[in-house]
T-cell receptor
Framework: GESVGLHLPTLSVQEGDNSIINCAYS??????FIWYKQESGKGPQFIID?????DKRQGQRVTVLLNKTVKHLSLQIAATQPGDSAVYFC??????????FGTGTRLKVLA | DTEVTQTPKHLVMGMTNKKSLKCEQH?????MYWYKQKAKKPPELMFV???????INESVPSRFSPECPNSSLLNLHLHALQPEDSALYLC?????????FGQGTRLTVV
């Protein structure tokens, strides 16, 4: 079946370093992707999105890269801070209201 | 207002109880969603309402009954749940493709 998955379930980074969280997707019809941050006991928080007609999008301290050739998505966080510690999910949709979530990566920021 | 508000935040119910989860948004979004999330797992889609009509039901058991009274409100009626239904229930809304989530209701079935 179609799925969205992550290569690394847990990522530990030193405070101040850059973080890269990866996601693989298998539905070639997906045309919109979102990264969510979920802190313990809270709902997913929208971070950044990208449409399939783009390969890069930047926000404040975050960048999403999309490689449609290999169906790969990544989230880069610059100068990682303790407040960035959370579980990060990628999600994809092909425009049918069905957002399929990846398995999630836990980001731990080390002081 | 960019919030999706869910009530209650926590709910403990017995297997014979009937309870309801509520969700509200005032962003003018016409699509609203219910997701279920088990610990250390991604959210799983349950239902989607589009323009107040049920458009997606992901083969959810009938003990979960969604309702969309108007464009701002979404309910999830619960009846005869099982302990394995204990989870975080998330509501979301969207206008285009950008979906916003509420903080969830932590449900425990005893």
């Amino acid at each position: 079946g179609e799925s969205v998955g992550l290569h690394l379930p847990t990522l530990s980074v030193q405070e101040g370093d850059n973080s890269i969280i990866n996601c693989a997707y298998s539905n070639s019809a997906s045309d919109y992707f979102i990264w969510y941050k979920q802190e313990s006991g809270k709902g997913p928080q929208f971070i950044i999105d990208i449409r399939s007609n783009m390969d890069k999008r930047q926000g404040q301290r975050v960048t999403v890269l999309l490689n449609k050739t290999v169906k790969h998505l990544s989230l880069q966080i610059a100068a990682t801070q303790p407040g960035d510690s959370a579980v990060y999910f990628c999600a994809e949709t092909s425009g049918t209201y069905k957002y399929i979530f990846g398995t999630g990566t836990r980001l731990k920021v080390l002081a | 207002d960019t919030e999706v508000t869910q009530t209650p935040k926590h709910l403990v119910m017995g297997m014979t109880n009937k309870k309801s989860l509520k969700c509200e948004q005032h962003m003018g979004h016409r699509a609203m969603y219910w997701y279920k999330q088990k610990a250390k797992k991604p959210p799983e889609l349950m239902f989607v309402y589009s323009y107040e009509k049920l458009s997606i039901n992901e083969s959810v058991p009938s003990r979960f009954s969604p309702e969309c009274p108007n464009s701002s409100l979404l309910n999830l009626h619960l009846h005869a749940l099982q302990p394995e239904d204990s989870a975080l229930y998330l509501c979301a809304s969207s206008r285009g493709k950008e979906a916003f989530f509420g903080q969830g209701t932590r449900l425990t079935v005893v």
